[in-house]
């Protein structure tokens, strides 16, 4: 890894530094073998899903897992919270939650020996460092956008006061693609929070009779955790360093406007089935994501094979297809590979 250094120090210092992050580098690998092997003692198959998660985590970005009942949503975010020290709690999002039942209010005590009352504030489920927001179609958008704030700012706002989240912060969304009755949609800004959109898909053959086989009979393997909060923050702050050379950064430009109708970049195919593309925040995220895991894949630098195997999961939520392209039967993951594979190789 290279570290820019002022001429004037010390060689031994600069030389210090380049050694103890890309010690950190190897650190994240390590970790990150070590959660999918803990990961992997619940859940059965979802590989590529179980690195994306990571991703997500050593990045410091959020996730929306999206599948169909059944596929293990929830086990995965529980099973990733027991194999670290961090702090879980699981918000079960219903039509009638709201917003101060995760954020926290104030309570209004009196004390027994003066008589005396004053308000103490009790900190709602938001104040946990990975965060299951399960179902989140499922509540209203006023209790939605109580998420923004915390998502974004690591920050929750009652009465006025700001209280901080302890880091790092994670939080993980579930969400189910089939049941539309009763639920309501996730608003742009909220979707655009999140970094990773995670699709959940039904299991092979052999993993459904490992599934059975594993799940019908002695209990599951406990989990054990393998990585403290401190150094998961150090890994966060040390995986932004890895460098990603010019030309795959203007690849990244290029990809991201080709993703926008009317842009100078897109080609007809985007002006006829795109409604709106990627914001800037997409190719940030594309960046951070990739530096991640060329880390998990024993890599000191970026490499277009990283682009493209975050492509997907980067932006399938920021890219909106119109009519033309529902009409066609076209997903816009399809879309996205095409355009990857144009710009990012």
Known sequence: MTI???????????????VDEA?????????GDELKSQIGRQIIGQEEVVTQLLVGLFAGGHALLVGVPGLAKTMLVRSLAQATHLSFRRIQFTPDLMPADITGTHLLEEDQATGKRSFRFAPGPLFAQVVLADEIN???PKTQA??????????????GTTHQ????FFVLATQNPIEQEGTYPLPEAQL?????NLTLDYPSLAEEEAILASTTGSPPMSIEPVVEAEMLVQIQKTLRLIPISQPLIQAVARFVQATRPSSPVAGQRVNHLVRWGSGPRGGQQLILAAKVHAALSGRYHVEPEDLLALAKPVFRHRVLLNYHAQAEGLHVDQLI???AAEHLR
Request: aromatic content about 2%; hydrophobic content about 40%.
């Open 4 to 18: 820019e250094t002022n001429s004037s120090a010390p060689v031994a210092t600069a030389t210090a530094e380049r």
């Open 23 to 31: 010690a950190i580098v190897r650190e994240a690998r390590r970790v």
């Open 138 to 140: 499922r509540t209203p």
């Open 146 to 159: 109580a998420l923004l704030e915390s998502m974004q700012e690591h920050s929750v706002t009652v009465g």
């Open 165 to 168: 989240l302890e880091e790092p």
């Open 192 to 196: 655009d929070r999140f970094m990773l």
């Open 337 to 339: 590979e095409e355009l």
